[in-house]
Nanobody
Framework: QVQLVESGGGLVSAGDSLRLSCSAS?????MGWFRQVPGMEREFVAA????????EYADSVKGRFRISRDIAASTTYLQMNNLKYEDTATYFC?????????????????WGQGTQVTVSS
């Protein structure tokens, strides 16, 4: 079992920045950030391969968000800059055993409880 705990969400204005953290009881081969609004599917945001830091991003966040990891702390971060109203969602951290990055939520074995990000326009 892997426990994931997200933190760092909040209420911000458009154009502001936030950094989300995902603390893991142990790291998995790849980690991902997804987001979800009520009534919608969980949407891929970014993923990172633990061993070499290779990353992948959704087109909607490229150039604004950055995923990173702290190996010693078993923590994954999502730096979100120039936030937009449409970034408002609950953000979830996921972990999977495969080294191959995935943008598909069902391919992640473990999830955190989520952290709310609200961007006012």
């Amino acid at each position: 079992q892997v426990q994931l705990v997200e933190s760092g969400g909040g209420l911000v204005s458009a154009g502001d920045s936030l950094r989300l953290s995902c603390s893991a009881s142990r790291h998995m081969q790849s980690m991902g950030w997804f987001r979800q609004v009520p009534g919608m599917e969980r949407e891929f945001v970014a993923a990172i391969r633990w061993r070499d830091g290779t990353t992948e991003y959704a087109d909607s966040v490229k150039g604004r968000f950055r995923i990173s990891r702290d190996i010693a702390a078993s923590t994954t971060y999502l730096q979100m800059n120039n936030l937009k109203y449409e970034d408002t969602a609950t953000y979830f951290c996921g972990a999977r055993a495969s080294v191959f990055l995935s943008s598909v939520a069902s391919e992640y074995e473990y999830w955190g409880q989520g952290t709310q990000v609200t961007v006012s326009s």
